[in-house]
């Protein structure tokens, strides 16, 4: 639902879309600023909660989309960018594991805000929406999203669960239910590098259908230059 805007830019102070740097460039900083720290602790590990496992196509040539800026573009682009960054860092970070979650369909009052809000693609077009939405859309969504409670709980195991080891750390680790008891590490989004892509109901996933050809033309590391780049031209505003 963070796409949920007109077809233009609202840029930050520092000329970036907005959306784009809560999705994307907003949480890198984070991790970026916060490696030295991670490295030193115990246990390391970044949970981002957004869209692990739904990445598609990327717009290669166009990495901040300043000419291919549009809804679907932002949300495509901040997905696959999310992961294959992460990758990136966990190469250079083999202490500390990475998760990108996709936490599905949750009880919230994002829908209702958006109608609400200042955002109004037309207004004929906005009191159909607010309509369709309040009488049918919400009561539906209700019904099938999951409860903010069992998302905390989720984000919770994530954040907690052996089940996740870094690339350093053997991928079988103990449970805590009893000597000798094991459960097994799951799935990496490429074997053994320590970054998950963690679907709504809780599975990894790995296929190479989308990030396989992309890894192939080293895009993990031009996102991540990229990245930095982006972050040196806006602290020297």
């Given at each position: ?50 869209a ?14 300043k000419e291919?800026?549009?809804l ?26 990475f ?53 905390r ?23 805590g ?44 590391e ?16």
């Open positions: 639902m963070m796409g949920l805007r007109p077809r233009r830019h609202t840029d930050t102070d520092e000329g970036l879309d907005k959306c784009f740097a809560l999705s994307y460039y907003g949480r890198m900083r984070f991790i970026h600023n916060l490696l030295p720290l991670l490295n030193q602790a115990v246990a390391p590990r970044v949970v981002s909660v957004l692990g496992g739904q990445e598609r196509r990327l717009i290669t040539n166009d990495l901040g989309l291919h800026f549009s679907l573009n932002v949300i495509d682009q901040t997905t696959t960018m999310h992961t294959l960054a992460l990758e990136y860092v966990a190469e250079t970070n083999p202490s500390i594991s998760l990108h979650v996709y936490p599905g369909w949750v009880q919230t009052d994002i829908m209702e805000n958006f109608f609400n809000s200042k955002y109004r693609l037309s207004s004929t077009l906005y009191q159909i929406l607010s309509v369709l939405a309040r009488w049918l859309f919400l009561p539906i969504f209700s019904l099938v999203a999951m409860s903010a409670e069992e998302a709980e989720r984000q919770l195991f994530h954040t907690t669960s052996l089940r996740y080891p870094s690339a350093r750390t053997p991928q079988s680790q103990s449970s239910q009893g000597e000798g008891h094991y459960e097994p590490a799951f799935e990496c989004s490429v074997p053994g590098n320590g970054v998950y892509r963690v679907t709504a109901k809780g599975e990894t996933v790995s296929d190479t259908k989308v990030l396989g050809p992309l890894r192939e033309a080293h895009m993990p031009r996102i991540w230059n990229h990245t930095i780049e982006v972050f040196n031209e806006a602290v020297a505003l």
